[in-house]
């Protein structure tokens, strides 16, 4: 195991990335429909746990395409919804069988699709399958960027007039975790386990935070988080933090401490301490999950649609046998939105 950890952080050092986004693609529209993101990617996961268990591998594939329907020029009124792969609402990956883990079908789920109605400036009402609102908080201390939700969300960005640049209300049926297509919970759509309060704030184009107040399944949970850029510092570049509280039943609380730091134009690293509580619920992103943990990742981006990344994490000092001791990941993604855009299938016109 020894061996296989200095195997990991080597190739951490030397192939990139803690996650396969790196920043949000760049839409292409035209009059009727925008295309928001169409990446595709695999990675090689390797993980073993705390009980004395072998050691596990899997080569993994990753589609993900999401799209938008205008059904007015001025997009007042809209349907927007995205596929992607992973069968349970914390995973974005699915296997294809090789390795230790069993295998699942090339399929991809619709994980999100909802109307949109934009009233008046600055305020959206949205009605149907959602993602969850994080504001600043990271995967890693929330929730999984692929988690999903069905019911009502109504979402202020009036700076202007309320200070906060954004505040959300949200009420939904946050369940069936292991059924991520929509068809099979479009029956959940007026019931509620789940609400969140959120609000945001922006200081200029470096300080972004972020509370909010959720109420999932009777549990009780407060977060604050902040992203810094403290580039000047010539140390970072950034540091990210994430609290939580839990305020009732397995009261608890943790936090993730990530910086980043770009160490040539085409490479970054990022690192950090996290300490999520066992009773958290699985819910955040799957490399993580819950315990104590230190993580370091890098990406390198080959091109502006082309990155290699790579993640690896260790449990460290727990109470109890953390299922997922180590996990590490290295793979690559293509974000497709560029070779789309030289086709003209959209004007050739990105905004």
Known sequence: METLLKLCVLAVLVCGAGSAQSGDPEPLSNRWVELNQ???????????????????????????????????TLGKFSLRAAVADGDSIAAGWSNTGAGSSSGSSYRVNLKKIYLSAKPISGVEIQYGGLGIERGASSAIASYSGDSYLDGARIVVARPQDLFFNEISVTKAWLGDLNAPNMFNRFRRLGGSNYQQYLVAKKFGKRFSSSADYTNQWGSKTVRQAVHIGVAESRIFDAVQFDLYERTNGTRANGFNFGVEKSVVRRISLSGGFTAIDKNYGDLNDDAFFHGDRVYAGANVRVSKSFCVFSLVNRAVDNNYAVPNLTHFHVGINYDLLGAIARTGLFGGKQI
């Open 38 to 72: 169409f990446s595709v990617g695999t990675r090689l996961v390797v993980f073993d746990d705390g009980a004395g268990g072998p050691t596990s591998w899997a080569l993994q594939h990753q589609e993900i395409i999401e799209g938008t329907f205008r059904f007015d």
